[in-house]
Every structure is written in C-alpha cells, then in structure tokens.
C-alpha cells in the first residue's frame, strides 16, 4: 500500500476548507456594504420660532447643517438628511412641515405639535406677566 493516496485527501480537503473561508469573507464583505448603504444619518432640528420668520428660519437650520451633512456623506459614506421642524409661538407652521415629519421614523401629529408651540408661549407669557405685577 502506497501512503501517497491519503496526501491527495488532505490536499483537497485544505483546497475545499480555503474556499469555503473565501465564500465567507465575500458574504461578510457584502453585508457590511449593505448596511453602509441601508444606515441613514437623520439630523433633527427643532425650533419654535416668532411668526413672521419661520420659511426663513427653516432655510437657515438647512443650510446651517449642511456642511455637517456633506462631510458625514464624505467620510463615512453614509446618507444623511436634514430634517427642520419649524413651529411660530402662534401655531403658525410651514408647507414643508407635514412633508418633512413624514420623513421621520414613527407617527407625529402637526395639531399635537401646533398645541404645544401655543401652550409653551402662553406659559412663557404667564410666568412674564406675573413677574412684572
């Protein structure tokens, strides 16, 4: 009996065994480029705002976080969105509003946040009102 017919068995087995880690490495290589490509960054901002400058504030939050969000988009090659929310102490809300909350995960209500912006300033206005008498 010859030995040389088990190094034939080892051969193919370590040929099969390499395979097998390089099918790993490729799977483990594409799942991590679908995650970079599924992971977005959302940036949210908030602010209630005096009545007559609420689409110029909305332009201001966009473009204040817009460096941020191209070097987000640079280095770690993730998407990344800009999201304003905008409210006048009055209620007083922008076109974009409804469109820019739909981009948020979960579910939001313009009128609970409209509520708030009021019930805030009547606070703000009572606690003033109170110092000064």
Request: glycine share 6%; hydrophobic share 50%.
């Amino acid at each position: 009996m010859d030995g040389g017919d088990n190094d034939y068995d080892y051969e193919y087995d370590v040929i099969i065994i390499i395979i097998i880690i390089i099918i790993i490495i490729i799977i483990i290589i594409i799942i991590i480029i679908i995650i970079i490509i599924i992971i977005i960054i959302i940036i949210i901002d908030v602010a209630i705002t005096a009545g007559r400058n609420i689409v110029q504030k909305e332009a201001g939050k966009k473009l204040k976080y817009k460096c941020l969000c191209i070097e987000i988009k640079r280095t770690w090659i993730l998407k990344c969105m800009i999201i304003p929310v905008i409210i006048g102490v009055t209620g007083i809300v922008t076109r974009s509003l409804r469109k820019n909350l739909e981009a948020v995960p979960g579910k939001h209500s313009i009128d609970s946040l409209q509520k708030t912006a009021i019930l805030g300033t009547s606070h703000i206005i009572r606690k003033v009102l109170q110092c000064e008498s």
